[in-house]
């Protein structure tokens, strides 16, 4: 069973293997997230770059996972794709194969962020059109205020913590700030931040 987790993936070493529509979408997603991305491609010209991924014209081998944290077998070709598969069992790397979530270590959700709040969608590979209307829904759900919300949160809710006092009325309190409207959030978030200042001044 595959759970969710955030996964720190800065410094990471990637090997992507095919840079078709999904490879793509994979390498830009890992190294966007911070990941050393190597990818591997069959035919030039890779009319195609994108910032922290080095792409090489070579054929996978074994040899290329010598120094790989974790994988993905892109490749339109289910024997190249299965015989990544297979190196990567071989050494315990954890894989994600294109065509084949069964045996995929890990998936690629949909993701959708708004500053700190994360939220993925995943319906295991039963139904990416399911996946793509639900997030639809949280896009429009969850807009792009939410960066601000979290920000002020994020603010107030140390200031809460920092002050000493009974933990069931830390609790009371950051649970009250939940209900307030981001407007008032910013609000509060910004005097904070202003006597924080004029503390430390
Ligand atoms: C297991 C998984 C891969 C993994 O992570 O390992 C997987 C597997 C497969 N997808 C296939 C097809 C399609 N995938 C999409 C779209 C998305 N697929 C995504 C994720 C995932 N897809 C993972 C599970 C996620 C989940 O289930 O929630 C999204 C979320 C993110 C992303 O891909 O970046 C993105 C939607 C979000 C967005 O767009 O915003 C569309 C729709 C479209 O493109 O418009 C189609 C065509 C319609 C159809 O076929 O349903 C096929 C068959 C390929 C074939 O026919 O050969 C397989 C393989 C199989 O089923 O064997
Ligand atoms: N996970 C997902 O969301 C989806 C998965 N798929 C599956 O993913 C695979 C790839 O799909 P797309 O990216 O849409 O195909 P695509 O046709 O856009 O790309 C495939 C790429 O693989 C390359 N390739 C083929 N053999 C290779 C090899 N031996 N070494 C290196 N590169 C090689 C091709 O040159 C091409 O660039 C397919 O098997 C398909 O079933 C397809 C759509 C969505």
């Given at each position: 069973m595959k759970t969710p987790l955030l996964f720190e993936m800065n410094g990471r070493r990637a090997l992507v293997v095919g840079l078709g529509r999904v490879g793509r979408r994979r390498a830009r997603t890992l190294a966007d997230a911070g990941c050393t991305v190597t990818a591997l491609i069959?035919?030039?010209?890779?009319?195609w770059n994108s910032t922290g991924v080095k792409v090489v014209q070579k054929a996978f081998e074994a040899?290329?996972?010598?120094?790989?944290?974790l994988v993905v077998a892109a490749t339109d070709d289910a024997e190249t794709n299965a015989a990544v598969l297979a190196a990567c069992r071989v050494r315990g790397i954890p894989v994600n194969v294109a065509d084949d979530p069964d045996a995929s270590d890990f998936f690629f959700p949909a993701v959708i962020r708004r500053g700190d709040l994360t939220l993925s969608v995943c319906t295991e590979g039963a139904s990416p059109m399911t996946t793509k209307a639900i997030v639809k829904e949280l896009k429009a759900a969850y807009g792009e205020d939410y960066a601000r919300r979290l920000a002020a949160l994020k603010t107030l809710r140390a200031a809460i913590i920092a002050r000493a006092g009974d933990p069931a009325e830390k609790r009371r309190r950051l649970k009250e700030?939940?209900?307030?409207?981001t407007s008032k959030l910013a609000e509060l978030a910004a005097s904070q931040n202003q006597s924080e200042q004029s503390e430390e001044a």
């Open positions: 069959k035919a030039p010209p890779a009319d040899a290329d996972l010598a120094s790989v944290d700030l939940t209900a307030l409207p």
